[in-house]
């Protein structure tokens, strides 16, 4: 699984190129620590370091759902030239920004995120979650009271993304998403509802072709997630 890892598409050119490699690297889109503005402990490359000793561990988790050796094919074509697009969002004003963009606004709050997420469940959730280069936050506030959202998703060929929803404290919200997924896709979501926040988030899927999804919830004090 090691040489997995190693697998890389002819590397394009420009800027956006440039921030997916710095966001890999565990910085932001201009090439500063995405861990800590201040220069401390980097955070996120701690992050995939612990996902990355996962994915390497022996034996391999088999999934029930899945084939093992249709997972490896899919980790070895993952690209990182494969840059991730925002979800489409209509229905409410919802906050939504890159990940180089969002590590750059709010890294305290994806901070504490990424510290509370759980295990991940196998090597293969591990290695979207080590190896990452682009991906999106979504943030439903105030602004979202008592509505559903609709958020349209299309993972592009290759990529290897993460997604975060932030529901922010109180806020009574629903998410309806339609992800249709390119053949090899490989991205990791995160919920993250916030205290007293009451949230919902419905995915219906259209694939062309395999792909890989994984998804947790982290619940703050009094919050509720269907």
């Known amino acids: 699984m090691q040489e997995m890892q190693k ?24 090439g500063a620590d995405a ?27 088999k999934s029930k759902y899945t084939s093992i050796t249709k997972l490896e094919e899919m980790l070895k ?23 180089a963009q969002a590590l750059e606004e709010m890294p305290r709050l994806l901070e504490e995120i990424f510290s509370r997420e759980e295990r991940a469940k196998d090597q293969f959730e591990a290695f979207v979650n080590a190896n990452f280069a682009t991906g999106f936050v979504v943030v439903l506030g105030k602004e ?22 932030i529901f922010e404290k109180g806020v009574n919200a629903t998410v309806f998403a339609r992800v249709f997924g390119a053949e090899g896709a490989l991205y990791s979501e995160t919920v993250f509802v916030q205290d007293g926040a009451s ?14 999804t994984y998804q947790q919830c982290i619940l703050g004090k009094d919050a509720r997630f269907a």
């Open 7 to 30: 697998t890389a598409a002819q590397k394009p050119k420009g800027p956006e190129y440039k921030k997916a490699m710095n966001l890999a690297n565990g910085k932001t889109a201009s």
């Open 35 to 61: 861990g800590n503005a201040t220069g401390n402990e980097n955070w996120l490359s701690a992050y995939r370091q612990k996902n990355r000793e996962i994915f390497e561990s022996r034996p391999v988790k």
């Open 77 to 99: 074509g993952a690209q990182a030239k494969a840059l991730q697009q925002v979800p489409e969002l209509s229905g409410a004003k919802v906050a939504v920004m890159g990940f």
């Open 144 to 165: 979202c009271e008592g509505k559903t959202v609709e958020a349209g998703l299309k993972l592009r060929q290759g990529v290897c993304a993460k997604g975060i929803f």
């Open 199 to 212: 949230a919902g988030l419905v995915r219906m899927h259209s694939a062309q072709g395999k792909m890989i």
